[in-house]
């Protein structure tokens, strides 16, 4: 098969996912043949380093041989069960694995598919909570400026990423929102840690005001993926475990693509504090199963669990559920990535590729049409403007980021942008050359794109 037939073919009958599908009449999709550790590679034989991790889920290689082993042996002991009224030794080990290394008091397990989904339960958990424990006046999330946290309308609500969420607002509930600590915005000479400390004010003032009505305020810690990787200090976060608990009100740590190694601890709310903070409930899903399969957890407390511990007849059970909860070949995956973490070192291990990352890109620093290089662990970005002193942006129209892609695609580079930000996020596989690489091309196609 050649790379064009699969095109013709995919284009027939195919929807793609967060894509202009008349884009692809210039742009077709990038039919692949097959992975092998950082390496996709098509019906050609053109190879891309997939420096995005196949968006996010991709953490230790495409045909990972040790992954490939788990789920191959689970396929010969059972592939499927639902989890209402059964369970299967995966799901338990799996269950046991992650209350291990989440953050101290998140006891229970309760699983999904997707992270939408793990957001969905994490809201209607908290929410059934505060009714089951005589607070039914609790009905309002709090969510941060630029913050994603899905596409499932729930998930969808407390997002404030106006290209996913503008068209859908009138099926949407309402949020109420605070500043995003988003150190990009920062004074000049202020340091990370001082604006985040000082964009708390805003979410401090919204629970004084609203606590009584709140069910849970809603972040993604250190990292606004979607939001084209705008990163902030963990004090914000341990300002806001502080004040959550003040106001007797949940937090939810949507850590889905910060958690599992990304921003240099396995997951981010460890760096809050001295020894990090626990949330009420933490969304996990994306590197999970390192890509491999469908999976999602939302974690929560015995205290919580317990408001939903009664006879039949009164009727608080958590009825949410999914066909595949907890699925078998998932969670085998998944316990094997797991594996990985322990024989690898590599929460150890990524602090040198991030220490890498940072030095390839160093030269982009003093780059006239790049305002910032920043990193939060093995997350890189690189944000282009149309002027570097005045920080004015491209028009959005102009798609330069595009061009940033397309110029990668010609150099063994996948690197899908965020609008006009360039990042790195790769599998923790790849090689300090390798990396260099990536940060060689993406310096070429910044001089493209903003030389036209």
């Given at each position: 098969?050649?790379?064009?037939?699969?095109?013709?073919?995919?284009?027939?009958?195919?929807?793609?996912?967060?894509?202009?599908?008349?884009?692809?009449?210039?742009?077709?999709?990038v039919p692949m043949r097959r992975g092998e550790g950082v390496w996709l590679e098509d019906f050609e034989g053109n190879r891309y380093i997939d420096?995005?991790?196949?968006?996010?889920?991709?953490?230790?290689?495409?045909?990972?041989?040790?992954?490939?082993?788990?789920?191959?042996?689970?396929?010969?002991?059972?592939?499927?069960?639902?989890?209402?009224?059964?369970?299967?030794?995966?799901?338990?080990?799996?269950?046991?694995?992650?209350?291990?290394?989440?953050?101290?008091?998140?006891?229970?397990?309760?699983?999904?598919?997707?992270?939408?989904?793990?957001?969905?339960?994490?809201?209607?958990?908290?929410?059934?909570?505060?009714?089951?424990?005589?607070?039914?006046?609790?009905?309002?999330?709090?969510?941060?400026?630029?913050?994603?946290?899905?596409?499932?309308?729930?998930?969808?609500?407390?997002?404030?990423?106006?290209?996913?969420?503008?068209?859908?607002?009138?099926?949407?509930?309402?949020?109420?929102?605070?500043?995003?600590?988003?150190?990009?915005?920062?004074?000049?000479?202020?340091?990370?840690?001082?604006?985040?400390?000082?964009?708390?004010?805003?979410?401090?003032?919204?629970?004084?005001?609203?606590?009584?009505?709140?069910?849970?305020?809603?972040?993604?810690?250190?990292?606004?993926?979607?939001?084209?990787?705008?990163?902030?200090?963990?004090?914000?976060?341990?300002?806001?475990?502080?004040?959550?608990?003040?106001?007797?009100?949940?937090?939810?740590?949507?850590?889905?693509?910060?958690?599992?190694?990304?921003?240099?601890?396995?997951?981010?709310?460890?760096?809050?504090?001295?020894?990090?903070?626990?949330?009420?409930?933490?969304?996990?899903?994306?590197?999970?199963?390192?890509?491999?399969?469908?999976?999602?957890?939302?974690?929560?407390?015995?205290?919580?669990?317990?408001?939903?511990?009664?006879?039949?007849?009164?009727?608080?059970?958590?009825?949410?559920?999914?066909?595949?909860?907890?699925?078998?070949?998932?969670?085998?995956?998944?316990?094997?990535?797991?594996?990985?973490?322990?024989?690898?070192?590599?929460?150890?291990?990524?602090?040198?590729?991030?220490?890498?990352?940072?030095?390839?890109?160093?030269?982009?620093?003093?780059?006239?049409?790049?305002?910032?290089?920043?990193?939060?662990?093995?997350?890189?970005?690189?944000?282009?403007?149309?002027?570097?002193?005045?920080?004015?942006?491209?028009?959005?129209?102009?798609?330069?980021?595009?061009?940033?892609?397309?110029?990668?695609?010609?150099?063994?580079?996948?690197?899908?942008?965020?609008?006009?930000?360039?990042?790195?996020?790769?599998?923790?596989?790849?090689?300090?050359?390798?990396?260099?690489?990536?940060?060689?091309?993406?310096?070429?196609?910044?001089?493209?794109?903003?030389?036209?």
């Amino acid at each position: 098969m050649t790379n064009q037939e699969l095109v013709d073919r995919d284009l027939e009958v195919l929807w793609h996912p967060c894509t202009q599908m008349k884009d692809t009449r210039n742009l077709p999709p990038v039919p692949m043949r097959r992975g092998e550790g950082v390496w996709l590679e098509d019906f050609e034989g053109n190879r891309y380093i997939d420096a995005v991790s196949s968006w996010w889920v991709n953490i230790f290689g495409h045909a990972n041989p040790d992954i490939n082993a788990a789920v191959k042996r689970q396929l010969d002991t059972i592939e499927h069960v639902m989890l209402a009224g059964f369970t299967h030794e995966p799901a338990v080990e799996l269950a046991e694995r992650l209350v291990g290394v989440t953050p101290p008091g998140l006891d229970k397990v309760f699983y999904s598919d997707n992270g939408s989904a793990a957001v969905e339960v994490a809201l209607k958990m908290s929410f059934h909570y505060w009714r089951n424990t005589g607070h039914g006046e609790k009905t309002r999330f709090i969510n941060l400026t630029n913050s994603y946290h899905g596409e499932t309308l729930g998930a969808l609500a407390v997002g404030d990423v106006s290209l996913y969420k503008k068209t859908y607002e009138p099926l949407l509930l309402k949020p109420l929102t605070a500043r995003s600590p988003d150190c990009f915005h920062r004074e000049p000479g202020v340091s990370w840690a001082e604006h985040s400390r000082a964009c708390f004010a805003e979410m401090e003032a919204l629970l004084a005001e609203h606590a009584d009505q709140t069910c849970a305020v809603i972040v993604e810690p250190l990292l606004q993926c979607a939001g084209h990787m705008r990163m902030y200090d963990p004090v914000y976060l341990e300002l806001l475990r502080e004040a959550c608990s003040r106001y007797n009100v949940h937090l939810i740590a949507d850590e889905i693509a910060t958690g599992f190694g990304r921003t240099g601890t396995m997951f981010a709310c460890e760096q809050a504090g001295p020894s990090g903070i626990t949330p009420d409930f933490m969304c996990l899903s994306k590197g999970i199963t390192a890509g491999y399969l469908p999976l999602s957890v939302t974690l929560t407390s015995d205290r919580v669990y317990d408001a939903f511990y009664d006879d039949y007849e009164n009727l608080t059970a958590f009825l949410h559920s999914h066909s595949y909860t907890g699925n078998p070949l998932a969670c085998a995956a998944a316990i094997a990535t797991l594996d990985q973490f322990e024989q690898r070192g590599q929460v150890e291990a990524n602090r040198a590729l991030a220490a890498r990352m940072r030095i390839a890109t160093a030269p982009l620093v003093d780059h006239p049409n790049v305002a910032e290089v920043r990193q939060t662990g093995m997350v890189l970005a690189i944000e282009m403007v149309a002027d570097k002193a005045t920080g004015t942006p491209f028009d959005w129209r102009e798609r330069r980021g595009l061009q940033v892609y397309r110029h990668g695609l010609t150099r063994e580079a996948l690197l899908r942008p965020l609008g006009d930000t360039i990042y790195f996020m790769p599998p923790y596989v790849i090689t300090p050359e390798q990396i260099d690489h990536l940060a060689t091309v993406a310096a070429e196609g910044i001089d493209r794109a903003v030389s036209t």
